[in-house]
T-cell receptor, first 115, second 110 residues
Framework: GAVVSQHPSRVICKSGTSVKIECRSLDFQATTMFWYRQFPKKSLMLMATSNEGSKATYEQGVEKDKFLINHASLTLSTLTVTSAHPEDSSFYIC???????????FGQGTRLTVV | GENVEQHPSTLSVQEGDSAVIKCTYSDSASNYFPWYKQELGKGPQLIIDIRSNVGEKKDQRIAVTLNKTAKHFSLHITETQPEDSAVYFC?????????FGQGTELSVKP
């Protein structure tokens, strides 16, 4: 299957700082990327959908000023957690979908810990 | 919007037995239903999927069935092995994005 690379896999940051997570499609052009958040022992909750070259669409309850999403190219989307707080600690997962694909492929996830 | 319910939340079976996980969905417009396996600390991996024009699909020890009328679909794993132990998620497509079930933690005891 197609490969989606997410970086970093783990990150620890101090409260008040910002953290950027990258999601790359390595062998295909992703016209759409999805960002999910997963709490321990919980399901994946969709945060936002980003289409290349346009603004992301955020799900209800997700603060767009806190979770900045950029999808500037067909192979890269970034999620920036701004002014991070301990409650932002979570597992963040991206998935990528090409126009020609029938299903999206997931990255390996990023474990964010805010101390 | 779409709502996906998954049961059971935990499932423990003996090696070699079968395991069945069930999901229901609410949006009759959904037509794509994937199943994912997630191991600890990793992202979900697609293991099998089914579309609404098919009632059943099988891939070696894994099979999925879909009942569109009743709006439920199930994952069947036969001859379970310890390496099948993981969290399994069902999902339903809603206009390109996936709505996930709550997950089932499967434990296969040797």
């Amino acid at each position: 299957g197609a490969v989606v690379s997410q970086h970093p896999s783990r990150v620890i940051c101090k409260s008040g700082t910002s953290v950027k997570i990258e999601c790359r499609s390595l062998d295909f052009q992703a016209t759409t990327m999805f960002w999910y958040r997963q709490f321990p022992k919980k399901s994946l909750m969709l945060m936002a959908t980003s289409n290349e070259g346009s603004k992301a669409t955020y799900e209800q309850g997700v603060e767009k000023d806190k979770f900045l999403i950029n999808h500037a190219s067909l192979t890269l989307s970034t999620l920036t957690v701004t002014s991070a707080h301990p409650e932002d600690s979570s597992f963040y997962i991206c998935s990528a979908l090409a126009r020609t694909m029938t299903e999206a492929f997931f990255g390996q996830g990023t474990r964010l810990t805010v101390v | 919007g779409e709502n996906v319910e998954q049961h059971p939340s935990t499932l423990s079976v003996q090696e070699g037995d079968s395991a069945v996980i069930k999901c229901t969905y609410s949006d009759s417009a959904s037509n794509y239903f994937p199943w994912y396996k997630q191991e600890l600390g990793k992202g979900p991996q697609l293991i099998i999927d089914i579309r609404s024009n098919v009632g059943e699909k099988k891939d070696q020890r894994i099979a999925v069935t879909l009942n569109k009328t009743a709006k439920h679909f199930s994952l069947h794993i036969t001859e379970t092995q310890p390496e099948d132990s993981a969290v399994y998620f069902c999902a339903a497509d809603q206009g390109g994005k996936l709505i996930f079930g709550q997950g089932t933690e499967l434990s296969v005891k040797p």
